[in-house]
């Protein structure tokens, strides 16, 4: 359909109507995360939830409030971890490449302005330049486009487009204007098909998690066979089950019970690894640097291979002039005052940006006719007036079409320019003729002659070398995954240092996994990738047992950041790109990166002492819980007595250790160097606690309060030793702390306030020597393991050393 001027008319408003009422409209495709329902089961309908949840309200019900105190530890960790998750939902399903919120069109005629969302099958979309593509079109009638696909594939170069070639949607248009008409909207454009695998949810890969994970899910077998254990040597100690109910006695049964259990979760550890993550995330947004989930702080610390987009990553986007090669011997007046006059006067893109500013403009000549530059000729061209009379056609174009004429000299002229183009460089050809031909005419003058090529290459960030020579000195591998000429990729490469800068040509791939995790093991540069590509690349080095950090800013690097270990995005990025990366460097400023190591080896060294204060009390509160319960000894504790001992030995002291500054450098093993000392100390603890029991038992002396308290304050004694251990070197932080925690031990034995609400009091002069000379052996042995784990070989090198 067209109008009175001949012109199409678009779609009528029927038309529209018809195919908004097929669903043949451009909106976004469902969510594939998560609902926030889904994320609140997740977090809230746990087993140690459910344990702990249970508990609360059992005591609660007993009217033992004092004793439920474990409750707003488990609160807490069900809100972390729902906030964090629903934050990760929203930036997912945000995700779009799609940057402007509006599109032109021709509908009924008329031209209109809608919302990108409103766009419907075969609507006439009107472009020019800076327009992104809001859909899949197909060109139409007489207009010319040069389109940037950057974003979708990488290459660096604009894409010419006439009448019935392809646009994609994301894609943004250089230069140029025409119309195009839809083929594809919503869920079946380009950019969703190719984003779609991105917006899947996942969490990053984080060794501290994992590690954690592993010992809950090895409590989550224990709590329960040990919680019957404890409840039956509880009930025997009543004598017997029947008198105890009959009696009332199994309340207090019920509240040893609970204690054993809550003792046995590390809830604490999750809590407080996600409070080590937000502040590492604080930290580094002072640095302009967003972490977009809390445990990417850790990751980049883990990473020994660094793999990275090149244009918008390594590059800034633009172009950068390289450098004049003169195909003449003897110099050629005017050539300089041509330059001038190009850069000032073509149509604003990179190239012609970078030609005004190497050839800034002294003097405005005078243009007696010019050529436009148009991506279907490859060439531009002025006739200049020149000082002595006459005038000087000069002609600006890609070298294959400004010297493909008859002059002598074009032959040697187009071997010397594909050098250049071989080598890496954007290559241009100035030529020029002084035939008196109209240079206003659409076509080349018919004999050119040759004076010189101008080279340009991509403008390279600051900072990028400098980052990557940190990398490499600190032994982690760099990769160059780029959708550009292999050339041009192999050429950044040099300029960065890369020993390896023969770039592999990626269509050249075979699909044999065996062979590409070889070339990509064996080789560092590669051009031409298409984004599955760069995805199976990340891949093939993670089957290799790399942990892989990914670079980019376009499109074509959301499948790769997806499944890298660590996706980071430069402040450039497309909105997709950002929202599956789990790093974005606000400023684009490379020299963020070691900083985020820092970071990282804060966090995870930090983390692994933390680690082992918490799982030393899982394992002497599973083995205490498992030594009354063979031995039929009461348990020694009640529930707030060991919310009180947590918060000297453990809690506090933990928040403190998880924040101080550690630069030391990470070796794999985290979970095995904090068990290896976690398991013998818990087991030391807990003879010492049983032994001390035993006598109170065999002895029958002593009240169970007094034996409460004996055991309260061994166990006291020892965790403070055991934090001594985790905590060496000593500085003078570190003192302040152990000594705060000793008076703190004072202080709840001696002030009634805190002795009456824990129920303690110091332990008679006959059980006070046993105790401390208990505390004293367990102590002696926990030191034992702790220098016994200091001889344990690390593991195999992960990451930054």
């Known amino acids: 359909m067209t109008n009175s001027y001949g012109r199409p008319a678009g779609l009528t408003a029927e038309e529209v ?8 409209v451009n909106v976004m495709p469902d969510p594939t995360s998560r609902s926030l329902a889904a994320i609140v089961r997740a977090n809230v309908l746990t087993l140690f939830n459910g344990i702990v949840l249970s508990g609360f309200m059992l005591l609660l019900f007993l009217g033992q409030w004092q004793d439920a105190l474990f409750g707003l530890a488990a609160i807490g960790n069900a809100l972390i971890g729902v906030i964090q998750e ?3 939902k929203r930036s997912l399903d945000r995700l779009t490449i799609i940057h402007a919120a509006t599109a032109r069109v021709v509908r009924d005629g008329h031209n209109q302005e809608i919302p990108a969302t409103g ?6 979309l009107l472009l020019g330049a800076g327009d992104q593509l809001p859909a899949d079109a197909v060109v139409i009638g007489d207009g010319s486009l040069e389109v940037d696909e950057s974003l979708l594939t990488g290459e660096s170069a604009p894409v010419p487009k006439r009448s019935g070639d392809l646009l994609l949607s994301g894609s943004l248009v250089f230069a140029g204007s025409g119309s195009a008409r839809l083929i594809r909207v919503g869920r079946e454009t380009f950019a969703n098909r190719l984003t779609a695998d991105a917006k899947r949810f996942s969490l990053v890969t984080s060794e501290i998690r994992r590690g954690i994970d592993k010992v809950l899910g090895v409590v989550a077998w224990i709590v329960l066979p040990v919680t019957l254990l404890v409840l039956n040597s509880q009930f025997v100690q009543q004598d017997g089950w029947e008198a105890a109910l009959a009696s009332g006695d199994w309340r207090q049964s019920a509240v040893s019970t609970v204690a054993s259990t809550i003792a046995m979760i590390p809830l604490g550890l999750v809590l407080l690894t996600s409070v080590a993550f937000a502040v590492g995330a604080v930290r580094l947004a002072r640095q302009k640097v967003l972490i977009q989930e809390l445990a990417a702080v850790e990751v980049l610390a883990r990473v020994d291979v660094l793999c990275l987009d090149k244009t918008g990553t390594l590059t800034d986007g633009q ?10 011997d003897d110099a050629m007046d005017g050539w300089s005052e041509a330059l001038e006059w190009f850069g000032a006067n073509q149509p604003a893109n990179a190239t012609s940006r970078s030609v005004g500013e190497a050839f800034p403009l002294k003097r405005e000549p005078y243009a007696l006719a010019s050529v436009p530059f148009d991506s279907a000729r490859k060439w531009s061209s002025v006739t200049l007036e020149k000082s002595q009379g006459g005038s000087c056609t000069w002609v600006l174009g890609a070298p294959e079409v400004v010297l493909a004429g008859g002059h002598p000299g074009c032959s040697s002229a187009r071997q010397r320019a594909e050098r250049l183009i071989s080598s890496g460089f954007r ?5 020029r003729s002084i035939l008196d031909t109209d240079g206003s005419q659409i076509r080349l003058p018919p004999d050119c002659e040759p004076v010189l090529l101008l080279t340009f290459r991509e403008s390279m960030r600051q900072d990028a070398p400098r980052t990557l020579a940190y990398f490499r000195e600190e032994g982690v591998a760099i990769k160059i995954l780029s959708g550009d000429d292999p050339r041009t990729v192999g050429l950044l490469a040099g300029k960065l240092g890369l020993e390896d800068t023969g770039a592999i040509d990626a269509s050249t791939l075979p699909e044999d996994r065996a062979v590409l995790e070889r070339l990509i093991e064996e080789h560092s540069v590669f051009g031409r990738v298409s984004p599955k590509q760069k995805r199976e690349l990340v891949l093939a080095l993670q089957r290799r047992g790399h942990t892989i950090a990914m670079t980019g800013d376009g499109v074509n690097d959301t499948l790769a950041l997806k499944v890298a270990d660590l996706g980071i995005a430069m402040d450039s ?8 990366a789990r790093i974005v460097l606000l400023d684009g400023k490379f020299s963020r990166l070691p900083a985020v190591v820092a970071e990282g080896r804060r966090v995870i060294n930090n983390m692994e002492r933390v680690s082992m204060l918490f799982l030393s009390k899982t394992a002497y509160a599973v083995a205490i819980s498992v030594f009354c319960g063979t031995l039929l000894l009461p348990f020694p504790f009640l529930p707030r007595q060991l919310s009180a001992v947590d918060g000297l030995t453990i809690g506090l002291p933990a928040f403190f250790l998880a924040l101080l500054p550690n630069s030391r450098g990470y070796t794999r093993g985290f979970l095995r160097r904090s068990l290896s000392f976690a398991v013998p100390a818990g087991l030391a603890t807990a003879a010492g606690v049983t032994a001390l029991n035993y006598y109170v038992e065999a002895t029958g002396n002593f009240s169970i309060d007094q034996a409460r308290s004996a055991s309260t304050m061994a166990l006291t004694l020892i965790g403070s030793w055991i934090l001594a251990v985790i905590a060496r070197p000593l500085d003078a932080r570190k003192t302040a702390v152990l000594v705060s925690m000793y008076i703190g031990t004072i202080s709840v034995f001696s002030f009634p306030l805190l002795s009456d609400f824990f129920r303690l009091d110091w332990p008679p002069g006959d059980l006070l020597p046993v105790t401390l000379v208990v505390a004293v052996a367990s102590s002696a042995a926990v030191e034992i393991a702790g220098r016994l784990r200091r001889r344990i070989p690390p593991g195999p090198k992960s990451g930054v050393p």
């Open 86 to 88: 629903y934050r990760a």
């Open 319 to 328: 172009m950068a002039f390289d450098a004049v090669h003169h195909l003449r």
């Open 119 to 124: 766009l419907v099958m075969d609507d006439l």
């Open 427 to 431: 290559t241009m050809a100035l030529s």
């Open 17 to 24: 109507s018809q195919r908004v009422r097929d669903g043949m």
């Open 573 to 580: 990025a497309a909105p997709a790109t950002k929202a599956v």
